[in-house]
């Protein structure tokens, strides 16, 4: 998985996909947090759902609360500010240390 928290994506699939903002740069999110087991990633303002929160406490009023819901890792890219665009990643190592790149133009992420 070559997705990491606090990385910036861009959608592949869904409503936001590849939507582009007055100035016709590419819309961009950030990642919250990733679940490499269930190969998901949570992202911020996206995929949002209701959930309903059970009072704990006595006095505590129960509520609803919108959330980021997980969504599949297969469904973001990460964002080449070079290439303006979702890219694919490419790993080089130098210096002994793993440094993520861009396929295309291969900046280093």
Do not use: F, W
């Not at 959930?51 to 704990?56: G, Q, S, T």
């Not at 969504?71 to 964002?79: Q, R, S, T």
């Not at 002994?96 to 280093?108: D, P, Q, V, Y």
């Amino acid at each position: 998985m070559n997705i990491k928290t606090g990385d910036t994506v861009v959608l592949l699939t869904g409503k936001a996909a590849e939507k582009k903002d007055k100035n016709g740069k590419v819309l961009t999110h950030e990642v919250i947090a990733v679940s490499p087991k269930e190969d998901k990633v949570i992202v911020k303002g996206v995929n949002t759902v209701h959930k309903h929160v059970k009072a704990r406490r006595q006095g505590e009023t129960s509520s609803i609360v919108d959330t980021e819901g997980a969504i599949y890792a297969c469904k973001v890219a990460l964002y080449c500010p070079a290439c303006d665009k979702g890219v694919r990643v490419k790993t080089i190592i130098k210096d002994g240390k793993k440094i993520r790149t861009c396929a295309k133009c291969g900046k280093e992420l």
